[in-house]
């Protein structure tokens, strides 16, 4: 009998989530398979603000139902297939699943799931990472929709997080002058020595002046992962023919806020405002990530990573992004 530990939903977070909203809970495994099943062993949680939006009572959607309370919490896993009665599937493979946050998952594979290449030679973690669909989003968000030139100025909110990590260096290579928004002067600080930003402003402070300082010709490109009262304030400072991709608006999950009032900006800067999510492109993503290895292979980009052990760290560490506790992709190691 192989016991399996899940952290559950003790009680649906009310605004940020906080550590005692999540329990864990102990199951045994079946002892087989049914036909098209595969059991994979997780060796990584994933961490991802966005799946805060379906803690909620009646936030289902096309995506995922609501969460269920004392159900296994939903999202990205990334493990080995351990046992396998599925035909595409082989005892060894890795796979990046969105599934519950377990020590052992079962599955038919009919859930959003990815057999990851890691005999490319890369750390396993980084599919969930710089090669996963953190890195990915920053990827098509920035190229498809940023479209940075030389000179631009590129700002980036939760510029320290999983996404914006990577968003920054991205803009910064092709000859952008990246600006990035974090919490905290201590972040801010890292943000330009270990990721490239020209600059950097503590949205603790007052984000209208320090734009003023940093982005005086205003901002051509913002790779918004905030959304709320930060996208306001950013929307006032934009360049004439500027992209806005919207990315996330972590500071509206589980905390609904009206949208901007100020939307006519658009209008006069003559500027385009554009939503996208990584999931709907996954026949992009050997193409994305070939390119993104290349540029960590040539010392291009690096891949920040927040990583804590054990499945009770898992709950935890999924607050720490909401407190902006993390720098980097953060995963738990199991
Ligand atoms: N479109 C897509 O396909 C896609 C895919 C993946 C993720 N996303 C989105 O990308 C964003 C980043 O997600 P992630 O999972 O990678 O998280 P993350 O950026 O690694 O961590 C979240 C960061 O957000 C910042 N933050 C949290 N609450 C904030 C607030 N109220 N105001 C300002 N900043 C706040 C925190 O940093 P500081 O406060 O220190 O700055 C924290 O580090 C999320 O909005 C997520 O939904 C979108």
Known sequence: MTENTSVVLARRPQGKPQPEDFQLSQSVLPTSLKPGQLLLKNHFISLDAGFRNWMDEGSGDAVLPAMAIDAPVMGLVLGQVEQTEHKQYTVGDWIMARLAWQQYSITDASDFLIKVPVDDGYPPNYFLGVLGDTGLSAYFGMLDIGKPSDGETVLVSAAGG????????????????AVGIAGGAAKCARLVAELGYAACIDHHGD???QL???????????????????LETVLDHIALGARIALCGAVATYGDPQPGPSNLFQLTTREARMEGFFAHTQVERYPAARAELAGWLEQGKIVAPEYRLHGIEQVGPAFCDLFAGRNFGKTVVEL
């Open 162 to 177: 999983a996404v914006g990590s990577i968003a920054g260096q991205i803009a910064t290579l092709k000859g952008a002058r």
């Open 212 to 230: 003023a300082e940093h982005c005086p010709e205003g901002v051509d490109v913002y790779f918004d992962n905030v959304g709320g009262p930060l």
């Open 207 to 209: 984000v209208a002046a």
